[in-house]
C-alpha cells in the first residue's frame, strides 16, 4: 500500500514538473520553441497528462487552457496525496519502531546540541 502511494506521489510531482518546465521552457524559447528539442522532450514527457485532461475535461475549454487545468489538478491532487506530518515515515514515540536517539550521542563533542 505504501509503494503506491510513493509511486502515485512521484507520478504526479513528475507530471508537474514537466508541465512548468514545459511552460518556462516555453517563455524562453519563444516562437522557435517547437524547434528546440529539450522542449519537445518535456511535451512529450507532459502529455500524458494533458491528454488526460483533455478527455475527462468538457468541450468548452479550450484546448490552450489545459495546461493550466492539467497542472491545477495536479496540484491539488498533490496536495491531497501529500499527508505532511501524518506521513507514515514519520514514526513518533507511540508507534512501533521508534527509536529514541541520545541528545549525547547525536553531537558529542561538537557543541551542536
Known amino acids: 500500500m505504501l509503494l503506491a502511494v510513493v509511486i502515485a506521489k512521484s507520478l504526479i510531482e513528475l507530471s508537474l514538473m514537466f508541465i512548468v ?10 516562437a522557435k520553441r517547437d ?9 512529450v514527457a507532459s502529455k500524458p497528462a494533458l491528454w488526460l485532461t483533455r478527455k475527462i ?32 515515515r514519520c514514526l513518533g514515540p507511540e508507534q512501533p519502531g521508534f527509536q529514541r536517539i541520545e541528545r549525547s ?9
Do not use: C, M
Open 57 to 88: 475535461s468538457p468541450k468548452l475549454i479550450l484546448d490552450q487552457h489545459i495546461p493550466l487545468a492539467t497542472s491545477s489538478w495536479l496540484l491539488i491532487a498533490w496536495v491531497v496525496r501529500h499527508p505532511g506530518s501524518e506521513s507514515p
Open 105 to 113: 550521542a547525536l553531537g558529542a563533542g561538537f557543541g551542536l546540541f
Open 35 to 43: 524547434t528546440n528539442v529539450f522542449y519537445q522532450l518535456l511535451d
Open 21 to 30: 518546465g514545459r511552460f518556462l521552457l516555453g517563455l524562453l524559447a519563444g
